[in-house]
Protein backbone atom coordinates (compact mmCIF):
# COMPACT_ATOMS: atom_id res chain seq x y z
CA UNK A 1 0.00 0.00 0.00
CA UNK A 2 1.46 3.51 -0.91
CA UNK A 3 1.55 6.17 1.35
CA UNK A 4 -0.88 7.90 -0.52
CA UNK A 5 -3.14 5.51 0.13
CA UNK A 6 -1.93 5.24 3.94
CA UNK A 7 -2.42 8.88 4.45
CA UNK A 8 -6.17 8.71 2.89
CA UNK A 9 -7.05 6.03 4.87
CA UNK A 10 -5.94 7.56 7.92
CA UNK A 11 -7.46 11.15 6.81
CA UNK A 12 -10.98 9.29 6.26
CA UNK A 13 -10.40 7.59 9.38
CA UNK A 14 -10.10 10.47 10.92
CA UNK A 15 -12.75 12.11 9.12
CA UNK A 16 -15.02 9.72 10.68
CA UNK A 17 -14.04 9.78 14.74
CA UNK A 18 -14.87 12.96 14.21
CA UNK A 19 -18.27 12.37 12.76
CA UNK A 20 -19.15 9.97 15.74
CA UNK A 21 -17.62 12.40 18.20
CA UNK A 22 -19.91 14.57 16.78
CA UNK A 23 -22.97 12.60 17.14
CA UNK A 24 -22.07 11.02 20.05
CA UNK A 25 -21.98 14.80 21.32
CA UNK A 26 -25.20 15.41 19.82
CA UNK A 27 -26.62 12.28 21.35
CA UNK A 28 -25.55 13.40 24.79
CA UNK A 29 -26.70 16.50 24.57
CA UNK A 30 -30.15 15.61 23.72
CA UNK A 31 -29.93 13.27 26.72
CA UNK A 32 -29.08 15.65 28.76
CA UNK A 33 -31.43 18.41 27.86
CA UNK A 34 -34.34 15.58 28.37
CA UNK A 35 -33.26 14.50 31.67
CA UNK A 36 -33.33 18.38 32.84
CA UNK A 37 -36.64 18.81 31.20
CA UNK A 38 -37.95 15.89 32.81
CA UNK A 39 -36.48 16.19 36.14
CA UNK A 40 -37.60 20.08 36.13
CA UNK A 41 -41.03 18.64 35.46
CA UNK A 42 -41.40 16.43 38.21
CA UNK A 43 -39.47 19.34 40.48
CA UNK A 44 -42.86 21.56 39.37
CA UNK A 45 -45.30 18.94 40.11
CA UNK A 46 -43.68 17.81 43.31
CA UNK A 47 -43.99 21.92 44.15
CA UNK A 48 -47.58 21.82 43.48
CA UNK A 49 -48.55 18.67 45.27
CA UNK A 50 -47.04 19.71 48.17
CA UNK A 51 -48.52 23.57 47.70
CA UNK A 52 -51.65 21.56 47.52
CA UNK A 53 -51.33 19.49 50.67
CA UNK A 54 -50.18 22.42 52.55
CA UNK A 55 -52.80 24.72 51.74
CA UNK A 56 -55.13 21.69 52.64
CA UNK A 57 -53.49 21.18 55.86
CA UNK A 58 -53.94 25.04 56.69
CA UNK A 59 -57.46 24.85 55.30
CA UNK A 60 -58.15 21.89 57.90
CA UNK A 61 -56.06 23.88 60.66
CA UNK A 62 -58.18 27.05 60.34
CA UNK A 63 -61.33 24.65 60.36
CA UNK A 64 -60.68 23.15 64.01
CA UNK A 65 -59.26 26.31 64.89
CA UNK A 66 -62.73 27.82 64.11
CA UNK A 67 -64.59 25.11 65.52
CA UNK A 68 -62.63 24.84 68.68
CA UNK A 69 -63.67 28.71 68.85
CA UNK A 70 -67.78 28.60 68.29
CA UNK A 71 -66.85 25.19 71.06
CA UNK A 72 -65.58 27.48 73.55
CA UNK A 73 -67.46 30.27 72.96
CA UNK A 74 -70.86 28.23 73.29
CA UNK A 75 -69.43 26.92 76.99
CA UNK A 76 -69.01 30.77 77.90
CA UNK A 77 -64.82 30.40 77.41
CA UNK A 78 -64.37 33.41 75.40
CA UNK A 79 -64.47 36.11 78.27
CA UNK A 80 -62.61 33.78 80.30
CA UNK A 81 -59.59 33.04 77.43
CA UNK A 82 -59.65 36.73 76.68
CA UNK A 83 -59.05 38.10 80.49
CA UNK A 84 -57.20 34.97 81.16
CA UNK A 85 -54.93 36.35 78.36
CA UNK A 86 -54.34 39.96 79.02
CA UNK A 87 -53.05 38.84 82.35
CA UNK A 88 -50.93 36.80 81.53
CA UNK A 89 -49.52 38.68 79.21
CA UNK A 90 -49.37 41.80 81.64
CA UNK A 91 -47.64 39.64 84.26
CA UNK A 92 -44.73 38.35 82.05
CA UNK A 93 -44.08 41.77 81.07
CA UNK A 94 -44.00 43.25 84.40
CA UNK A 95 -41.74 40.64 85.26
CA UNK A 96 -39.25 41.82 82.50
CA UNK A 97 -39.44 45.59 82.86
CA UNK A 98 -39.01 45.59 86.77
CA UNK A 99 -37.44 46.03 89.13
CA UNK A 100 -35.00 47.03 87.25
CA UNK A 101 -35.77 47.00 83.21
CA UNK A 102 -34.02 44.51 80.99
CA UNK A 103 -31.67 43.22 83.76
CA UNK A 104 -33.18 40.67 86.11
CA UNK A 105 -32.52 37.30 85.96
CA UNK A 106 -36.36 36.59 84.76
CA UNK A 107 -36.13 37.53 81.76
CA UNK A 108 -35.36 34.77 79.48
CA UNK A 109 -38.26 32.73 80.96
CA UNK A 110 -40.98 35.48 80.91
CA UNK A 111 -39.24 36.17 77.17
CA UNK A 112 -40.83 32.36 76.68
CA UNK A 113 -44.05 32.35 78.72
CA UNK A 114 -44.28 35.82 76.11
CA UNK A 115 -43.61 34.12 72.88
CA UNK A 116 -45.46 30.76 73.68
CA UNK A 117 -48.66 33.12 74.92
CA UNK A 118 -48.28 34.90 71.37
CA UNK A 119 -47.83 31.90 69.46
CA UNK A 120 -50.89 29.91 70.96
CA UNK A 121 -53.46 32.59 72.67
CA UNK A 122 -52.91 35.65 70.58
CA UNK A 123 -55.41 34.98 67.48
CA UNK A 124 -57.73 33.03 69.57
CA UNK A 125 -57.92 35.47 72.28
CA UNK A 126 -58.20 38.36 69.88
CA UNK A 127 -60.80 36.31 67.68
CA UNK A 128 -63.31 35.96 71.05
CA UNK A 129 -62.77 39.57 71.60
CA UNK A 130 -64.13 40.70 68.44
CA UNK A 131 -67.31 38.51 69.07
CA UNK A 132 -67.52 40.03 72.84
CA UNK A 133 -65.75 44.07 72.26
CA UNK A 134 -64.59 45.68 69.19
CA UNK A 135 -62.78 47.81 71.61
CA UNK A 136 -61.22 45.59 73.64
CA UNK A 137 -60.10 43.56 70.11
CA UNK A 138 -58.36 46.47 68.87
CA UNK A 139 -56.66 47.09 72.03
CA UNK A 140 -55.43 43.59 72.61
CA UNK A 141 -54.40 43.18 68.46
CA UNK A 142 -52.58 46.50 69.02
CA UNK A 143 -50.97 44.73 72.00
CA UNK A 144 -49.61 41.77 70.59
CA UNK A 145 -48.41 43.95 67.25
CA UNK A 146 -46.24 45.71 69.61
CA UNK A 147 -45.34 42.66 72.06
CA UNK A 148 -43.53 41.04 68.92
CA UNK A 149 -41.64 44.03 68.04
CA UNK A 150 -40.66 44.00 71.93
CA UNK A 151 -39.64 40.70 71.81
CA UNK A 152 -37.94 40.58 68.29
CA UNK A 153 -35.53 43.32 70.41
CA UNK A 154 -35.47 41.39 73.47
CA UNK A 155 -34.24 38.26 71.48
CA UNK A 156 -31.34 40.53 70.33
CA UNK A 157 -30.13 41.74 73.69
CA UNK A 158 -30.75 37.94 74.80
CA UNK A 159 -28.48 36.38 71.99
CA UNK A 160 -26.03 38.78 71.90
CA UNK A 161 -25.50 38.57 75.41
CA UNK A 162 -23.28 41.92 75.62
CA UNK A 163 -22.26 43.41 78.85
CA UNK A 164 -23.94 46.05 80.23
CA UNK A 165 -23.10 49.89 78.82
CA UNK A 166 -22.52 48.51 75.50
CA UNK A 167 -23.80 50.65 73.09
CA UNK A 168 -25.75 47.85 70.83
CA UNK A 169 -27.28 45.95 74.31
CA UNK A 170 -28.30 50.08 75.00
CA UNK A 171 -30.38 50.67 71.86
CA UNK A 172 -31.42 47.10 72.02
CA UNK A 173 -33.13 47.80 75.45
CA UNK A 174 -34.71 50.86 74.67
CA UNK A 175 -36.12 49.51 71.84
CA UNK A 176 -37.83 46.39 73.62
CA UNK A 177 -38.82 48.67 76.98
CA UNK A 178 -40.39 51.07 74.43
CA UNK A 179 -42.31 48.47 72.54
CA UNK A 180 -43.44 46.28 75.85
CA UNK A 181 -43.94 49.51 77.83
CA UNK A 182 -46.52 50.59 74.77
CA UNK A 183 -48.11 47.20 74.50
CA UNK A 184 -48.71 46.86 78.58
CA UNK A 185 -50.85 49.97 77.91
CA UNK A 186 -52.61 49.13 75.14
CA UNK A 187 -53.12 45.33 77.57
CA UNK A 188 -55.08 47.37 80.66
CA UNK A 189 -57.04 50.00 77.80
CA UNK A 190 -58.13 46.55 76.72
CA UNK A 191 -59.09 45.33 80.70
CA UNK A 192 -60.66 48.70 81.16
CA UNK A 193 -62.36 48.25 78.18
CA UNK A 194 -63.47 44.82 78.68
CA UNK A 195 -64.65 45.80 82.40
CA UNK A 196 -66.32 48.88 81.36
CA UNK A 197 -68.67 47.50 78.41
CA UNK A 198 -68.48 49.83 75.74
CA UNK A 199 -70.34 49.26 72.58
CA UNK A 200 -70.44 45.81 71.99
CA UNK A 201 -69.39 44.05 68.37
CA UNK A 202 -72.86 43.79 66.24
CA UNK A 203 -73.51 40.64 65.53
CA UNK A 204 -72.37 39.04 62.02
Known amino acids: MSPETITAWSAAVQAFAAVVSLVVASVLAFVTYRYTKLTKG ?3 ETGRVRKAS ?17 I ?14 IDR ?10 PEPLTN ?19 PSVSHAA ?3 IEVANH ?13 SLSELIDRDLPPGHSARNLWA ?3 KGSLESALAKLHAAKKAFHGHPTPRTPD
Open 42 to 44: ILD
Open 54 to 70: EDSARAALDSVRLMRQQ
Open 72 to 85: EEQAGLGSFIVEST
Open 89 to 98: AVVAIEAILQ
Open 105 to 123: FSVPESHSRLELLIEQQAG
Open 131 to 133: RIN
Open 140 to 152: LSSAFDLLRAGLA
Open 174 to 176: VRA
